[in-house]
């Protein structure tokens, strides 16, 4: 059974840092392009980063490139989320998901398998 299981959130002062991982089970993990992402106000969940299957092309949305830095290790089957210079408007849940077509996927609707979340919370 496909798992991914997300870790790594908490409370953080505005300004801090936090790593988010991610561990999969059950398919093939070098074959698929991770994400994470989380809900937008009023939308649905829009991603923060994206990676490719080998890590040679990486997706930053607007609202945190330049904070984040998204990583894998496929040996381990994991995928992480650098998170720095944290701001209030950080505070989510985030997901991490797996996207096995070709292309490196942005929309929530291109991505095969989901997490369940963990919660970042960013006080001000």
Known sequence: QVQLVESGGGLVQAGGSLRLSCAASGFTFGNYDMGWSRPAPGKEREFVAAISRNGGDIYYADSVKGRFTSSRDNAKNAVYLQMNSLKADDTAVYYCA???????????????????????????
Not at 99 to 123: F, K, N, P
């Open 98 to 124: 797996a996207d096995g077509s070709y292309r490196l996927a942005t929309s929530q609707h291109d991505y095969d398998y989901w997490g369940q979340g963990t919660q970042v919370t960013v006080s001000s």
